[in-house]
């Protein structure tokens, strides 16, 4: 258990398994500013990756917001398998996948946003200063229901996710959960 609490400490990484040409994209741990970015850059590499696996406790907000749209942008297929963790920033990034696939023993779960240094309701910035937090929930909360509108995702997700601000509150979505509300498209044995 140690070592699992190690690694999600530690920010992500993106690998390829040893399949060539290689159709899978592995993230594995936190998800920090620039993610993305490196997802751009592997898919520029191997042009045949077609899904990404998803493993992360979550991290930043607004960077799980970008791989989501740039997941839905390439057209990747998002997947989480049996017994690992997909939670929060993680869970709002695996929303891009066009086809979105949870193995039986995945363990999704959303919350609300919050800063990480008091664990209060994140407030994002705006250019000039900080919103208040209410004000930001409410653009947060907007921007997440039309992107599940937009990918067939029932809102009843996004409502889910603004159940409790506290990570120690996460609401899980299980195989069932997933399938019914449309989270996945898919659930594999």
């Not at 060539?20 to 592997?42: C, H, R, T, Y």
């Not at 979550?58 to 917001?65: A, F, I, N």
């Not at 989480?80 to 995945?106: D, N, Y």
């Not at 209060?120 to 947060?140: C, H, K, Q, T, Y």
């Amino acid at each position: 258990m140690l070592a699992l609490q190690t690694f999600w400490a530690q920010a992500g990484e993106w690998s390829v398994p040893g399949r060539n040409p290689p159709s899978l994209l592995v993230f594995a741990g936190a998800i920090v500013e620039g993610d993305a970015a490196k997802l751009a850059q592997m898919v520029s590499v191997f042009p045949t990756v077609s899904t990404v696996m998803l493993s992360s406790p979550g991290g930043d907000l607004r960077e799980g917001l970008v791989l989501a749209d740039l997941i839905d942008r390439l057209g990747l297929n998002t997947i989480v398998m049996s017994g690992l963790h997909c939670e929060s920033a993680c869970a709002v990034a695996f929303m891009g996948g066009k086809e979105r696939i949870a193995q039986k023993g995945a363990i999704v779960g959303v919350h609300a946003p919050y800063r990480e240094r008091d664990k209060s309701p994140f407030a994002m910035l705006d250019g000039v200063g900080m919103m208040s937090r209410s004000v930001a929930n409410i653009e947060i909360r907007k921007y997440l229901a039309e992107f599940a509108r937009k990918k067939g995702i029932s809102s009843i997700v996004v409502d889910w996710m603004f159940v409790s601000s506290q990570p120690a509150f996460t609401k899980k979505i299980t195989a069932s959960d997933g399938l019914r509300m449309r989270y996945s498209t898919r659930v594999v044995e």
